[in-house]
């Protein structure tokens, strides 16, 4: 086994071999997004310093970004105490970290009268960021 990557034994993978992964700016402390990672995006995201997160819908790697330019350049990699989640310190490329155009996955908020209510703004048009090529 490669001492470059004993570390990845570390993390206790579910029963599919997923973990979850946070995004976190690294200045602001804002949560930016969640995903899955399998052993392999994880191997993938430290060695080239930007975020690969694995689609359970499409069952492929991801590398955040590969479509919009919007990367997740990883400044640091943190587990949780008990290794089954992983967080990672980002740089948003672009500002925009959410696939609806906004800076944030979270911006659902919960009113008091049970309804949820989107609270923060469209940065851009997804249908620019996906336009097809």
């Known amino acids: 086994m490669n001492a470059g990557t004993r570390w990845l034994n570390e993390v206790v993978w579910d029963e599919q071999g997923l973990l979850p ?3 976190q700016d690294a200045d602001t402390g804002e ?3 969640f995903a899955w990672m399998n ?3 994880l191997a993938l995201t430290a060695e080239r310093g930007e975020a690969v997160y694995w689609s359970r819908s499409r069952r492929k790697l991801w590398h955040k970004g590969e479509e919009s330019g919007h990367i997740q350049k990883v400044r640091e990699i943190r587990m949780d105490c008990d290794g089954d989640v992983i967080l990672l310190r980002v740089e948003q490329v672009g500002g925009i970290a959410c ?3 906004r800076r944030s996955c979270f911006f659902h908020k919960l009113l008091g009268e049970g309804t949820w209510e989107e609270v923060e703004p469209v940065l851009k048009d997804p249908a ?3 336009s097809p090529k």
């Open 128 to 130: 620019q960021i996906y």
């Open 21 to 23: 992964a946070i995004a």
């Open 99 to 101: 696939h609806t155009g």
């Open 31 to 33: 949560v930016l997004m």
């Open 39 to 41: 052993r392999e995006a």
